[in-house]
């Protein structure tokens, strides 16, 4: 599936959307997964913020990713923390390491993998990771988000050896 690929909701349609501002603009509307790289020192990093965390300078660029990654961290959501979460759960929040940008920690969820309980388990760390987007309408402002999410992806099954 390509990086195009556009997923349904994984959280409630009444979860909170991101505020959208100039920093993370990109990431959340670009449609691909696009990171903040810093002008003066060309760090990139993530979350995107107004500083750059490594010089402090204030301008940036935003530089698309290969949308391929790996699973860094997972966690399986059981206890609703929210009541608007009560009929989500279980759910997994994920961190994953692009791999052309391993610096970077990118917070999120493996959408299409855990509507069957033993498909959970496939959601581990190291298992590799393919960029999705959930469209989603802002209320607010009318504009179209591009939720950045994740599906397993079997590409090491598929990767030729070199
Ligand atoms: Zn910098």
Known sequence: MSQDAVTPRYLPADWPLP????????????GRLTLQR?????????PPHDICH?????????VAASGLGTIDNVTI??????????D????????????????????GNVVGADTVPVEIGAIEIGAPVRCVFTEVPDPDTGETLTLPQ?????????RPVS
């Open 88 to 107: 989500r759960v279980p759910y997994n929040v994920v961190i994953v390491t692009p791999d052309d940008h391993p610096d970077v920690r990118i917070v």
């Open 54 to 62: 490594h010089c402090q300078a204030d301008t940036f660029d935003y």
């Open 77 to 86: 959501v059981h206890h609703a923390g929210d009541p608007r979460l009560a």
């Open 19 to 30: 505020e959208i501002t100039a920093a993370n603009r990109a990431f959340f509307t670009a």
């Open 38 to 46: 810093c002008r003066s020192c060309a760090q990139v990093q993530h």
């Open 150 to 158: 994740w599906e397993l992806d079997q590409r090491d099954v598929a």
